[in-house]
């Protein structure tokens, strides 16, 4: 009976242990993508940064003008908003919280920050990140400044 117990104990610590793996491999994924987008948003590569979000219709952007459907639309409003180097100014995140929802989706809530010559622009973020065929998308992004 011991070596039952201590068998069931092994195995439960070796599944939390993998368990515990697979969150930190998934953090530091989604971490990754947004540090390229922070990259690519102060080259003012609205593309680039935009290869961090799911490219579908169904994607949903949430923000003071109100929710935009899709990832055409999205980086329409994108380019509308943001023209120029000195609008898109240099990006930043502070993260405060990335937790799992399910498997396969963690939200992220922090902070962004734009240093730009016409004036900075700081607010707050929730996104929605989901692992769609292997890579981790933006699936729903509410910010507001």
């Known amino acids: 009976m011991k070596h039952l117990l201590l068998l069931l104990f092994l195995l439960s610590t070796v599944h939390v242990a993998t368990a515990q793996n697979s969150l930190t491999e998934d953090r530091k994924a989604i971490l990754e993508v947004m540090k390229t987008q922070e990259k690519a948003w102060s080259q003012n590569d609205l593309e680039g940064f935009m290869q961090g979000y799911w490219k579908s219709d169904s994607l949903k952007f949430y923000g003071s003008s109100g929710i935009t459907y899709g990832w055409e639309q999205t980086l329409a409003n994108y380019k509308k908003g943001y023209p120029t180097k000195e609008y898109s100014g240099t990006l930043s995140f502070k993260l405060h919280d990335i937790s799992k929802i399910e498997n396969n989706s963690y939200w992220v ?7 730009r010559s016409v004036g900075d622009a700081n607010g707050i973020f929730m996104i929605i990140f989901k692992k769609i065929d292997g890579e981790w998308k933006i699936v729903a992004d509410m910010s507001c400044g």
Not at 109 to 115: S, V
Request: hydrophobic content about 45%.
């Open 109 to 115: 809530m922090g902070e962004y920050f734009l240093k």
